[in-house]
């Protein structure tokens, strides 16, 4: 950890816990770089809206000193067209690709031969992020470039109600108000909305697999839903986790259960992608959820194959109905 910083955020971006046990997450000192975890992410995703027009994004930018590298995977989806386009890039790893100095202002940037991710946080308080990414997307050479302003409002996720579970620390700010613009071959969309972002860092399990699940509410309640480990199977029921973010700021994580629907998705290496998943967490009465992905085809299909894309999602939440933005993500192959 990090000492404090110089300007602090406002006191509702402190992590709460309610499950009793202090919070592993400390804000924002956390939001840096931990130069001793062995892997770390800051990953940026969600909807943005432009008019009637819906496009979902990608902007992930990870280092692991442990294997000497960073890469970026960079992705903008176009509903109304059904077009994904994507690209993944890759570097050698660099000790200053991310500010770890709390009383400084914080950055990571990666700028990769296919692609390059750039974010920085303004000086007054690093929750706020200018996040750039320009990448030519490897199957139609459509030049791809992301402009967004964000500004966190609220309390962030903890995942697994603490933000540390085995050595893994892991927070999400859930409720970014974005704007700015996108460019798909010089053509200029200015968009809006409220988007998603992870960071994580420690010691990832090697190889594993996963499936999960993010869903906004109007109203700033997040869920992020995820199982690890086991091997999906059509309409076969899971068990799986969900960690809730409240309207009061608590993070608290709850056994699930959740269920792979068709339609299915192949991409080019044969793996198969759950396009539909339904979600119910017993432990709260009449709270259950079923997430759509709103292009089949949301694939990174480079060095590491693995589904990302937006979705929405439909259900009730202790009985009373809900819906919302979505995200669906699988990484099937350990």
Request: charged letters at 15%; proline letters at 7%.
């Amino acid at each position: 950890m990090t000492d404090a910083p110089v300007i602090a955020p406002p006191q509702d971006q402190y992590a709460q816990s309610k499950t009793g046990d202090a919070p592993a997450i400390t804000l924002p000192q956390d939001h840096y770089a931990h130069p001793d975890a062995a892997t770390e992410w800051w990953w940026h995703i969600g909807t943005l809206n432009s008019g009637d027009r819906v496009f979902g994004f990608e902007i992930a930018i990870n280092g692991s000193g442990a294997q000497g590298s960073v890469f970026t995977q960079l992705m903008l989806t176009d509903v109304q067209n059904q077009q994904h386009y994507q690209a993944t890039s890759g570097t050698s790893y660099s000790k200053d690709w991310a500010e770890s100095d709390a009383t400084k202002p914080w950055y990571a940037v990666i700028n990769g031969p296919d692609g390059a991710g750039c974010q920085t946080g303004f000086a007054t308080n690093p929750l706020n992020m200018s996040v750039q990414a320009s990448f030519t997307d490897i199957d139609t050479a459509a030049e791809i470039i992301l402009q967004l302003q964000l500004n966190q409002k609220g309390a962030p996720l903890l995942v697994w109600g603490t933000g540390l579970q085995d050595g893994n620390y892991y927070y999400s700010l859930t409720n970014l108000q974005a704007s700015g613009q996108i460019s798909i071959n010089g053509e200029i969309f200015p968009v809006t909305g409220v988007t998603w972002m992870d960071h994580e860092w420690g010691v990832f399990p090697p190889g594993t697999a996963w499936i999960l699940q993010d869903m906004q509410l109007p109203n700033g309640i997040a869920i992020m839903n995820y199982a690890a480990g086991i091997k999906p199977e059509l309409g076969k029921p899971m068990p799986s986790h969900a960690t809730i973010l409240d309207l009061a700021g608590g993070s608290t994580e709850h056994d699930s259960t959740s269920t792979p629907l068709g339609p299915t998705w192949t991409d080019r290496h044969g793996n198969e992608y759950f396009t539909r998943w339904t979600v119910e967490i017993p432990g709260i009465t009449g709270t259950n959820f079923e997430v759509t992905s709103l292009v089949p085809g949301q694939a990174f299909e480079q060095a590491i194959s693995v589904y990302e894309g937006v979705a929405t999602f439909t259900g009730q939440l202790a009985g009373e109905p809900v819906s919302g933005t979505a995200w669906n993500e699988q990484k099937l192959a350990g």
